[in-house]
């Protein structure tokens, strides 16, 4: 009995060490969360295992860096909150550097640039615009309002699934609240079964999400449609989260990044999993 | 402590309100009826009645409210079909609806076992004594059994009012946005988890509070005769 007390006091401050060790220096163990709910980007296999383009890109990274990683997935809206908390190291989660986001955590170099847009039905009117690849910048301000107000008319009305706490809602709100009812998602699954239920007409997402989830069978009648949209609220592509003190780490990673987009193997996971080419351009 | 922060969330956070109130109000009246139905039902002592009732409590009382509302409302969503055919899709399309139906089958499964023990607990004397009166067992019903059962039954309702008050907070995950839903949302846009939740438990506390008072107050009225007389026997002397 007296041997609980000690093993307990043994655990914490063995806890502490490891916590104050990975505070500095380069670390030889990380923990990398994504939200395992996003396919073909990252998601959770039948047995529970995560999956997808970014945890092989993470697992990748880690043998880069030759660092020891645990890949772990919790709740998208808890991804920052955990983080800054230190429940683990680096979120990989198909996250936007976004300049709200870098208020309260850092970033590595973005890793992917990847546009959002709605997917509709085919027999709508804005299904009817069909998909095209062209990327709308939303700096570029007439040809984004363009664009926009081409949209507009056509979804005018509609319910429109989007997930919570995401760059893409912030993007809906700021250019679209009025003219669409807007129905926030946990996760993107959700909205995907709704779309299946008809209980929503739209989705609005990244685009390669959107191409993976319309792929399904109970999805024919849909297809992508209009412009991706990037930049703005989208902020600067897809990287990596981590804590805004964890300098070593970031440069780690930053160059790991660097390698793997340099001898294209982030360029071979995208066309795997995405069946599109996702790298940032140089 | 941000005061300014405070200041502009709790207003964010009341527009929720209305919904929160709305999901409770509506599910607590409706369930309170169809518990009351239920506990009448099976006072006719019928197995072809009770065996469905038991049934279902066990069911509702059984599985956790989250998932209640899952089931509902994505589960149901796959056999749009057949509700098309049933004329009932218009209902279960609406994530409102979906989320009262859950809530109200939910209390009306704790409800009822909670009034079934009230009327059990109705001393038999009582009873026995109305019937010595002449009177109906319906009249008995009005008059004997449920004064007293509703009298007894009222804490462990009002423990139940409150569940449900904090049971709508799962609306938000069929994307409706009561009190805790837009607590989400303020979090994902500042990241201050710690103030928005302190404010939004602030705010469940408070309607709490208010439902405790009046159900004590209630409880207090209808137990009168239980007291001494004021100016009697309060101080021996």
Known sequence: ?282 | MDFAFFAEIVPKLLAGLPLTLELAGTSILLGGILALTLALAQRLRQPWIDWPIRGFVALFRGTPLLVQIFLIYYGLGQFRLTLQELGLWGLFREPYWCAILALTLNTTAYGSEILRGAMQSVPIGQIEAAQAFGMTRLMTLRRIVLPIALRQALPSYGNEIILMVKGTSLASIVTLMEVTGIAQGIISQTYRAVEVFVCAGAIYLILNFIITRTLGRLEHNLSRHLRPASGFATSPT
């Open chain 1, 1 to 282: 009995m007296k041997l609980l007390p000690i093993a307990c006091l043994a655990a914490a401050l063995s806890i502490g060490a490891a916590l104050s060790a990975s505070a500095e220096d380069a670390p030889k163990k990380i923990t990398i969360a994504t939200e395992g709910a996003y396919a073909p980007w990252n998601f959770t296999t039948a047995d529970g295992k995560p999956d997808g383009m970014e945890v092989e890109l993470a697992r990748n990274l880690c043998e880069r860096m030759k660092v020891e990683c645990t890949i772990i997935t919790q709740d998208w809206d808890g991804l920052i909150p955990a983080l800054t908390v230190g429940k683990f190291d680096v979120i990989m989660a198909s996250m936007f550097i976004t300049d709200k986001r870098l208020e309260v955590i850092d970033f590595t170099q973005p890793y992917a640039i990847d546009p959002s847009g709605f997917a509709v039905a085919k027999d709508s009117p804005l299904g009817a615009l069909a998909g095209s690849s062209e990327k709308i910048k939303l700096e570029d301000e007439a040809p984004a309002k363009a664009a926009i107000d081409k949209i507009k008319p056509l979804i005018a009305g509609k319910v429109v699934g989007v997930q919570a706490a995401t760059s893409n809602l912030e993007f809906l709100k700021k250019y679209f609240d009025g003219s669409v009812e807007i129905r926030e998602y946990k996760t993107t699954e959700q909205h995907d079964l709704d779309l299946a239920a008809g209980r929503v007409d739209a989705l609005f997402a990244q685009q390669t999400a959107l191409a993976a989830t319309l792929a399904k069978p109970e999805f024919s009648g849909y297809t992508v449609a209009g412009p991706g949209f990037v930049g703005g609220v989208f902020g600067r592509g897809t990287g990596a989260g981590l804590r805004k003190q964890d300098t070593a780490l970031k440069a780690m990673l930053n160059k790991a990044i660097d390698e793997a987009i340099a001898d294209g193997t982030v360029k071979k996971l995208s066309l795997k999993w995405l069946k599109t080419d996702v790298t940032p351009p140089k």
